[in-house]
């Protein structure tokens, strides 16, 4: 009889861990963070720009960015718009409840690549969660960057994000961050910038040598925020833009969120812009 202790089975891709609900908090009529947490404590291992697949028995599954940075250890943020069937029953759930987590998955954010160069951060709408997991990384590795710019631009301010942390990223030396809204409905009482997030770009003063952006929203954003980069000189090599499809294995078996001949999935959801521009569909 071996005495050779057996080796643990590998964890199939396809096979998800149940994680505990920690924390909600509601960020928009339409979005709420959850702070997840591994069976005991154990950290995602992901680095910003991934994603992760969340299931509920018997609802599927569906992919959602991390909003939190790998810095923040021990737990793990999911910022969550109600939009479907799986992400409403997750709007229902209570602190406590258990999700099933795959992942992370996808190609993140090139950390690398970006040391060193000042940095040129651009989301919308939903965007910002998983743009604050890169904010948050910078925040927590200040030597490692050069000097940020935060642009920001939601529908209305009932539908921004994260609005405590945009005012402490406002109020930061460390810090340049603008946010502004499409519209302002009647009766509110915000008194901070109106317009789309381009409007944001031309006044900025952007070394093109020494400066990466980053883009983060919705697909019709895209064009127009690039435009604007392209004014100020930045070439597509120095444009991360993080693209969203119809991803629904999360590991480039099922052919869903196909670019081309590249799986949103794997080969991104982060591009750099000269890998992607030439693509149908791409942008």
């Not at 992400?87 to 190609?107: D, N, Q, S, W, Y």
């Not at 590249?262 to 959801?269: N, S, T």
Request: hydrophobic share 35%; with cysteine.
């Amino acid at each position: 009889m071996s005495t050779t202790p057996a080796k643990p089975a590998a964890r199939s891709l396809f096979v998800p861990v149940d994680c505990r609900i920690v924390s909600i908090t509601e960020l928009t009529p339409q979005e709420k963070l959850f702070r997840v947490e591994f069976p005991g404590g154990a950290d995602l291992g992901h680095v910003p720009g991934q994603f992760v697949q969340v299931s509920i028995l018997g609802l599927g599954e569906a992919p959602i960015s991390v909003a939190s940075s790998p810095t923040r250890r021990g737990s793990f943020e999911l910022g969550v718009r109600r939009a479907g069937t799986l992400t409403g029953a997750m709007h229902r759930l209570k602190e406590g409840a258990v999700i099933g987590i795959r992942g992370p998955f996808g190609r993140p954010f090139d950390l690398e690549r970006m040391g060193g160069k000042d940095l040129l951060l651009i989301s919308g709408g939903c965007g910002l969660a998983p743009m604050r997991s890169l904010i948050q990384y910078c925040q927590d590795n200040p030597d490692d960057f050069g000097r940020i710019t935060i642009l920001y631009g939601a529908k209305s301010p009932e539908d921004m994000l994260f609005k405590d942390e945009i005012r402490d990223w406002e109020a930061s030396e460390r810090y340049a961050c603008a946010a502004t809204v499409d519209d302002v409905p009647g009766g509110s009482c915000y008194d901070g910038p109106v317009g789309q997030v381009t409007r944001l770009i031309p006044p900025l003063r952007i070394d093109p040598e020494k400066t990466v952006a980053a883009i983060v929203g919705p697909p019709v954003m895209y064009r127009f925020v690039i435009e604007e980069l392209k004014k100020k000189g930045l070439a597509e090599d120095r444009i991360a833009v993080s693209l969203e499809r119809q991803m629904r294995c999360g590991v480039g078996k099922c052919g869903h969120c196909t670019i081309e001949h590249l799986y949103c999935c794997l080969d991104g959801p982060v591009f750099w812009l000269n890998e992607v521009s030439g693509l149908r569909g791409a942008l």
